[in-house]
T-cell receptor
Framework: NAGVTQTPKFRILKIGQSMTLQCTQDMNHNYMYWYRQDPGMGLKLIYY???????DKGEVPNGYNVSRSTTEDFPLRLELAAPSQTSVYFC??????????FGDGTRLSIL | AQKVTQAQTEISVVEKEDVTLDCVYE???????LFWYKQPPSGELVFLIRRNSFDEQNEISGRYSWNFQKSTSSFNFTITASQVVDSAVYFCALSEARIQGAQKLVFGQGTRLTINP
């Protein structure tokens, strides 16, 4: 039982490049979430999913896309990376009635 | 709209002192959850506690205690006899508590706590 696994842990992108941040959980949780944490700030919700095939926007969805084709995986895609997307990205999951548990984060720099 | 305010940006105390981290929230939901998470220097987020809005009993877990006061919309966190290992950023968070609701977390800006030996 590995919990919530995020890959990669670190990445540097050039402006305009695209990439996918991977998130997988092995706990059969229905709910999954992506947050970003800017320096010195709290986390803000980008997208979330209440089950396979269902996704919805959070507070800061612009510039990102997600998909949820399986219960286990919830990848976050950045199209046309911009410096404003430099942040630490956290994926979380939970089962019904339980609190969210977070992965270790992906630190992304866009130069 | 939901909002969480942690007015203390940074706190620094000497080991063994007691310290209280403040959290004030705003919500229109009648039922909601309040949370505290710890983020140590290594960067991960560690769940500490979840409190339901209809349960105002204070909670104690070892050196940690939480004071929930609905009348003042506050959910404060106290560490008794602080230790260097308590040094971290602490986040207060809020979500709605509807059954089968998404329970999207709204975070405060965090309080950086430094415990000096």
């Amino acid at each position: 039982n590995a919990g919530v696994t995020q890959t990669p842990k670190f990445r540097i992108l050039k402006i305009g490049q695209s990439m996918t941040l991977q998130c997988t959980q092995d706990m059969n949780h229905n709910y999954m979430y992506w947050y970003r944490q800017d320096p010195g700030m709290g986390l803000k919700l980008i997208y979330y999913s209440v089950g396979a095939g269902i996704t919805d926007k959070g507070e800061v969805p612009n510039g990102y896309n997600v998909s949820r084709s399986t219960t286990e995986d919830f990848p976050l895609r950045l199209e046309l990376a911009a410096p404003s997307q430099t942040s630490v990205y956290f994926c979380a999951s939970r089962r019904e009635g339980q609190p969210q548990h977070f992965g270790d984060g992906t630190r992304l720099s866009i130069l | 709209a939901q909002k969480v305010t942690q007015a203390q940006t940074e706190i620094s105390v000497v080991e063994k002192e007691d310290v209280t981290l403040d959290c004030v929230y705003e919500t229109r939901d009648t039922t909601y959850y309040l949370f505290w998470y710890k983020q140590p220097p290594s960067g991960e987020l560690v769940f500490l506690i979840r409190r339901n809005s209809f349960d105002e009993q204070n909670e104690i877990s070892g050196r940690y205690s939480w004071n929930f006061q609905k009348s003042t919309s506050s959910f404060n966190f106290t560490i008794t006899a602080s230790q260097v290992v308590d040094s971290a950023v602490y986040f207060c968070a809020l979500s709605e508590a509807r059954i089968q609701g998404a329970q999207k977390l709204v975070f405060g800006q965090g309080t950086r706590l430094t415990i000096n030996p």
